[in-house]
C-alpha cells in the first residue's frame, strides 16, 4: 500500500513498540467468505458500519515524528514523502487514452503525483484535498498549468466537495479508505451521480484486512479502514452504479495470496 510504504522505517519502528494493537473483532469475518456471502449487499454494508464503530479517523494521529493533529499530520506526510507513486491500473489507463480536450478530478490529491501525471498526459484537472500544506506543495510544482488554466485546487473533504460539472475521469488513489466509512455509501453514490460524466471512468483503491497487524495497525492509525475481503471490491463499486473493468490485487510482497489493496477502473455507463 503506497500510503505507508512512504513512512520510513525508523517511524515504523517507533510506532510498532509504542502501540501494539491485537487484531479488532471487526476486522474478522462474523461469517464465512466465500463468493455469495462477499458479494452479498447485506454482509458488505455490515462490514462499513462495524468499521464506523473502530474508526480512528476523526482524532488526533499517534504516530511517531508526526504532528497529533490529522490536517497537520497529512500536510507534513505530504512534505516528508515526495516520492512520485502511481496506481500501476491508472498508468495503463492514461497510455491506452488521450487527456486531450478532457477533464479529470483527483480526489484527495496530496502533493500531487496523480495530478501532476494527468497534466503532462494533457489532462486538464481539479485537485482536491483538505491539506493546505500538501496543496501549498502541488501548486508549487505546478504554477505554469495553474497560470493555464489546466489546474484548478480545491481544499476540501473529498465526502462534504462536489464539483460544479461532473468529469471524464475521476481518480481517488489510496484516498477512499481514509473517508469516513459511515459516509462511504452515500459518498460513492455521489462520486457516482455529480462526479463522473456518462460514459467517464473512475479509479480508485479500497483495503482489505490482511494478517500483518503491524501494517494494518499503521493504516488504522494514519485513518483507513479496511474490508473483510478482497472479494466485496466489486459488488461494492458496482452497487454505486458503476461498471467495473479492471481490478487488481496489490500486496506488500508483490504476491497475489492475500490482497492489501484492490486498484480498480470502473466506468458510468
Not at 131 to 159: F, G, H, P, W, Y
Amino acid at each position: 500500500v503506497s500510503s505507508v510504504y512512504l513512512l520510513n522505517e525508523a517511524t515504523k519502528a517507533a510506532f510498532e513498540a509504542i502501540v501494539r494493537l491485537p487484531r479488532n473483532l471487526c476486522d474478522i469475518p462474523t461469517v464465512p467468505m466465500t463468493d455469495e456471502t462477499a458479494s452479498d449487499s447485506t454482509v458488505i454494508w455490515h462490514v462499513l458500519q462495524a468499521a464506523a464503530r473502530t474508526w480512528r479517523g476523526k482524532g488526533e494521529v499517534h504516530i511517531p515524528n508526526y504532528p497529533l493533529d490529522r490536517k497537520l499530520f497529512w500536510g507534513a506526510y505530504a512534505l516528508r514523502n515526495d516520492t512520485p507513486l502511481l496506481l500501476p491500473v491508472l498508468e495503463q489507463f492514461t497510455q491506452e487514452s488521450s487527456g486531450e480536450g478532457k477533464s479529470a478530478i483527483d480526489l484527495g490529491c496530496g502533493n500531487g503525483p496523480v495530478t501532476t501525471h494527468l497534466l503532462e498526459k494533457r489532462w486538464s484537472v481539479i485537485a482536491v484535498d483538505n491539506s493546505r500544506l500538501a496543496l501549498s506543495i502541488l501548486s508549487a510544482k505546478n504554477q505554469k498549468a495553474i497560470a493555464e488554466k489546466k489546474l484548478s485546487i480545491v481544499e476540501a473533504d473529498i465526502t462534504t466537495y462536489t464539483p460544479q460539472e461532473p468529469a471524464d475521469l475521476v481518480v481517488a488513489s489510496d484516498s477512499l479508505p481514509y473517508t469516513d466509512p459511515s459516509q462511504f455509501r452515500a459518498t460513492l453514490t455521489k462520486i457516482h451521480d455529480r462526479f463522473v460524466k456518462r460514459g467517464g471512468f473512475f479509479i480508485g483503491t479500497l483495503f482489505c484486512s490482511t494478517h500483518d497487524l503491524r501494517l494494518m495497525n499503521i493504516l488504522k492509525e494514519m485513518g483507513a479502514w479496511m474490508l473483510w475481503d478482497k472479494r466485496m471490491v466489486r459488488p461494492l463499486v458496482t452497487s454505486a452504479g458503476f461498471e467495473m473493468k479492471t481490478d487488481k490485487y496489490v500486496t506488500q510482497d508483490g504476491s497475489k495470496e492475500e490482497a492489501v489493496a484492490i486498484q480498480f477502473i470502473a466506468q458510468k455507463t
